[in-house]
């Protein structure tokens, strides 16, 4: 085969900007990685910051140019949803873009009151509460509302959660509802969990809140599982929600606001479908809401994945290859692939895979296997476990292979569970949190972890003593 250079730019792995290959090493966001592990080792996990403030800004920009073209009287509104990664640092570059948050437990309020009592946060923000609300949820609610935050908004996941609320305050409260919609073919039931049905919604809306003084409806919620795409799917599910809140507001003038929800694509859609997309959704409630003749909404999203993903990188180094005979070579890594990339084990997720160094070696097919001693510890592309080409490797001890994976920065270290208890006890790599000063120089901080043997034995029960 080819040297691996030659495949990568046959089959376009340098063609988004993100990458760049220099002095032989390859480079994410201007990053030297290779470096990074000549000075911190691996295997190593890092977050770009600066790459969430702009990919904030660039959906702000799509948004508010469709805004501008149709001239839409409604102002757009971006959240974060902060399940997605909840490192300081990272919620913290996104308050910083002006972003609005996202809940989804009483956990994720504990985080914002640490913020507002550290002065980082405003109390104009809005705060979308989504998810079941448990008691300790509710309470958290009703603790950042006596902090004085304006701009809770309470997003019913279903019709009890009116009383509850009611039961836990009797203060006013400005609520939201979010509406259960019908899931992609690829799902394995016909209709979200999440939500209030459909045909229920305005008999729910004229019986329970119409004449509640209590309960202030601001929002119409609605979330499609395949995400925001331009699909006979989506549309369907679009119009049923649209349909709906247009309906409500003939006769509730407060409420003012049309969420999205999330799901706007990360790496798979080029941005000019990204604006055409955004550009069609906004056309469609300016025109709907003339039509039944009725103020058209702010528009909020709730982006996570799209806010992070495309900051995050896995770094490992190749510590073995193993042939285990015809067409099965293994590159074996010094990390857990089940554990270090979790949505490639649960949900078959395709990362980008890319060679830090030796790209002027012959490719070769491998499969990639994780440090443990489980047969699923391997990287499964597209659900199979599929070779993936990477360089060939002829003698370890001239250099070793580095490997990165990308846009992980969603999600994998919620579900896995960073620094805690691991899969056959591997610790987790070390974290970097990258950004740059206003010289463009990097700044570099890492992560602390605690995977210490006194921890383990502290954690598992092996010091009864304590």
């Known amino acids: 085969m080819d040297t691996y250079f030659k495949y990568a730019n046959k089959h376009n792995k340098l063609s988004k900007g993100t990458?760049?290959?220099?002095?032989?090493?390859?480079?994410?966001?201007?990053?030297?990685?290779?470096?990074?592990?000549?000075?911190?080792?691996?295997?190593?996990?890092?977050?770009?910051?600066?790459?969430?403030?702009?990919?904030?800004e660039k959906a702000r920009s799509f948004f508010q140019s469709a805004i501008?073209?149709?001239h839409y009287p409604g102002i757009y509104h971006y959240c974060y949803c902060t399940k997605c990664n909840h490192y300081a640092p990272v919620v913290q570059e996104t308050l910083k873009h002006g972003a609005h948050l996202e809940t989804s437990s009483a956990a994720?309020?504990?985080?914002?009151?640490?913020?507002?009592?550290?002065?980082?946060?405003?109390?104009?923000?809005?705060?979308?509460?989504?998810?079941?609300?448990?008691?300790?949820?509710?309470?958290?609610?009703?603790?950042?509302r006596k902090a004085g935050f304006q701009n809770t908004v309470s997003i019913l996941d279903h019709k009890n959660e009116l009383k509850q609320l009611s039961a836990c305050s009797k203060e006013p409260i400005k609520i939201g509802i979010r509406m259960a919609t019908n899931l992609s073919s690829g799902s394995n039931s016909l209709i979200s969990r999440m939500g209030i049905a459909p045909d229920e919604i305005f008999s729910f809306y004229q019986n329970a809140i119409e004449e509640n003084a209590q309960f202030e409806l601001k929002m119409f919620h609605f979330f499609v599982d395949s995400g925001m795409e331009n699909s006979a799917h989506y549309w369907k599910e679009f119009e049923k929600a649209l349909d709906l809140f247009t309906k409500i507001k003939t006769r509730c003038a407060g409420l003012t606001a049309f969420n999205l929800g999330g799901g706007l694509a990360e790496t798979n859609q080029r941005d000019d479908e990204i604006e055409a997309l955004i550009n069609e959704i906004v056309i469609k409630i300016k025109i709907k809401c003339e039509r039944e003749n009725v103020p058209a909404p702010d528009i909020f999203t709730e982006f996570g994945q799209f806010t992070v993903a495309e900051s995050g990188a896995v770094l490992y180094k190749v510590i073995e290859q193993k042939n285990q005979g015809k067409e099965h070579l293994w590159y074996i890594l010094d990390n857990s692939l089940m554990t270090g990339i979790p949505d490639a084990y649960w949900l078959d997720k395709t990362f980008t895979v890319l060679p830090l160094n030796r790209w002027n070696q012959a490719g070769r097919a491998v499969h990639i296997g994780g440090l443990s001693c489980d047969a699923s510890d391997v990287y499964k592309t597209g659900g199979k476990n599929r070779k993936v080409i990477l360089p060939a490797i002829n003698d370890f001890e001239e250099d070793a292979l580095y490997l990165g994976f990308f846009y992980t920065g969603a999600y994998q270290d919620a579900v896995s569970g960073y620094g805690g208890i691991k899969h056959c006890l591997i610790p987790s790599p070390a974290l970097l949190i990258i950004d740059r000063d206003k010289e463009d120089h990097l700044l570099i901080s890492r992560i602390k972890q605690n995977h210490t043997k006194e921890y383990l034995f502290s954690t598992l029960g092996y010091n009864p003593e304590e």
């Open 108 to 144: 994720d309020i504990d985080l914002i009151l640490n913020l507002h009592n550290r002065k980082q946060i405003d109390t104009y923000r809005f705060i979308l509460h989504n998810g079941y609300k448990t008691n300790a949820y509710l309470s958290k609610m009703q603790s950042l």
């Open 19 to 56: 990458f760049k290959l220099e002095n032989k090493h390859l480079h994410f966001h201007g990053i030297d990685l290779k470096h990074l592990i000549d000075w911190y080792g691996s295997p190593l996990r890092l977050i770009y910051l600066p790459k969430i403030g702009s990919q904030i």
């Open 68 to 70: 501008d073209l149709q």
